[in-house]
């Protein structure tokens, strides 16, 4: 390998030199950006090279405030990269108007291409050139951010960072492409079998609700979508009054204050959407059937779980990873993938949005194995909640939460992940400190309580590529 290594880092020097000198003959002012493209800085590597990669962080979680906007924050000084998080809740796609669906994507992606004077082209050269990250997604309940840069280039992430947040260009030629785009995304997504479902799911467990849209009525509302109609959306949801921020690595107390100060104090100040009503599902054995032959027979199926700041949280939290959600180890995996092998996969997991929270599983198999996994899977679903788990699962899973925590904390950016996530869960400032605590000190009687509150409840389901003779 280190030959194969020297002789790729000969050709590369060499080359880079040529690319160097020819645009030295072609003029000066050629040549700094092409130099600086072969020496971009990618944070990213920067981490995985160095001592940070397998570093466990630890350190006090401090709240940082500045002209009434607060971020979590925690230095980590050991590196010189510094990453933010930060979330608009109440602005995710739930909050489009019906006629408008699909403009939250759109928005998240147009975004980044081209502020203030520099156009996509530009922007993205920028952002190369000094190891600048910034992203934008979209989800159902809130629209995130993040930016991430070295140190050292600090002034012109804030810069970047700024331009998106106050001088979007939302050129028309990219409207049109990021339009286009999106309705080729979902077309195609329209047919796949797991998409499919997803969206049968929305429909069918969300019913009257904002969660129910579907990708095919999104398809309809897409063309409708202009330029102010995501300044609108940008005025009225995206504030200081809704925002949350996570900030991590090597920046102190008082660069954090200038960084609200500097970029989050232009926002408008109010939330002028409305917050998402909660939703009161009667689950019980419901069932759908998504009319499609497919390869695989897939199901999703939910009942009503709990919220993170809940009581029963981590008791339930630890009765759901021993039934589904310890991966090959859980009991359901054991018994209809690893003894019957009905299924390659089965799994459950809580689920958490802002109008509701839900144990939610899956898992496909042929036709024939379908009817098979589904009885174990109720029969351990009702054995769960009647009979509980046992001490020694108990200690298992405990032990297994508690030494995979610190995988979390691998990089900066997961740790600015965490800390919005703190605030949007509402599960405290000292989280972090207290969390092996929170499952050290679950008993067997609580988790048995909780698997026999919630798992009492038989799941609803929606399946696709079942046939007709075959429902059940």
């Known amino acids: 390998m280190s030959g194969y290594s020297s002789r790729r880092r000969g050709f590369f020097y060499y080359f880079k030199w040529v690319v160097f000198l020819s645009s030295v003959a072609c003029g000066w002012y050629y ?17 995985s090279s160095s001592k940070m990669k397998n570093k466990k962080f630890s ?14 924050l925690l230095e980590e000084h050991s590196v010189p990269i510094v990453s933010m998080n930060f979330d608009f809740t109440n602005a995710g796609s739930a909050h489009e108007a019906d006629e408008k669906q699909g403009l939250t994507d759109i928005l998240t992606k147009i975004l980044l291409d081209g502020a203030g004077r520099y156009d996509a082209v530009a922007f993205k050269d920028i952002c190369e050139e000094y190891g600048i990250k910034i992203g934008f997604n979209s989800g159902v309940d809130e629209i995130s951010g993040y930016l991430h840069f070295p140190k050292q280039n600090m002034e012109m992430a804030l810069k970047m960072l700024d331009l998106v947040l106050q001088k979007p ?13 999106l309705k080729t995304a979902v077309k195609m997504s329209l047919e796949n079998p797991q998409a499919i479902l997803a969206d049968k799911f929305s429909e069918f467990i969300f019913a009257g609700h904002p969660y129910s849209r579907t990708q095919a009525e999104m398809l309809e509302t897409i063309d409708d ?10 005025q009225t949801h995206l504030s200081r009054e809704n925002l949350i921020i996570g900030i991590a690595g090597d920046v102190s107390v008082e660069e ?33 059937n998504v009319e499609k032959d497919t390869a695989q027979a897939m199901t999703v199926f939910a009942t009503k779980g709990t919220y993170r700041n809940s009581v029963d949280f981590y008791p339930l939290y630890i009765a759901n990873y021993v039934f589904g959600g310890s991966g090959l180890n859980s ?14 996969g089965i799994y459950t997991t809580l689920t958490e949005s802002d109008a ?16 098979k996994a589904r009885k174990l899977l109720l029969s351990e679903w009702q054995k769960i909640a009647t009979q509980g788990i046992t001490e020694e699962e108990l200690q298992q899973a405990k032990d297994s939460l508690i030494s995979s925590f610190n995988l979390r904390f691998a990089s900066i950016s997961n740790i600015a992940s965490m800390l919005t996530a703190m605030q949007k869960y509402k599960i405290g400032r000292d989280f972090l400190e207290k969390r092996n605590d929170y499952i050290k000190t679950v008993t067997l009687q609580e988790v048995n309580a909780a698997a026999k509150k919630y798992f009492s409840v038989t799941p609803d389901f929606v399946n696709i590529g079942i046939k007709t003779e075959e429902k059940q």
Do not use: C
Not at 262 to 279: A, C, D, V, W
Not at 357 to 370: L, V
């Open 31 to 47: 040549a700094p950006h092409i130099w600086l493209k072969f020496h971009q800085i990618d944070a990213e590597a920067i981490i």
């Open 59 to 72: 350190g006090t979680v401090q709240e940082v405030k500045s002209s009434e906007i607060s971020a979590y």
């Open 169 to 181: 260009r939302f050129d028309e030629e990219f409207i049109t492409l990021r339009k286009q785009q």
């Open 225 to 234: 979508i202009g330029k102010q109609d995501m300044i609108d959306f940008m």
């Open 256 to 288: 954090t204050e200038d960084i609200l100060q500097r970029i989050f104090t232009k926002l408008p100040k109010k939330y002028q959407g409305e917050k998402m009503s909660e939703i009161n599902i009667e689950f019980g054995g419901r069932e759908y």
């Open 331 to 344: 009991r359901i995996s054991q018994i209809i993938r690893e003894k019957e092998g009905l299924t390659y």
């Open 356 to 371: 509701v929270a839900m144990i939610q599983g899956s898992y496909s198999a042929t036709a024939d194995n379908f009817k």
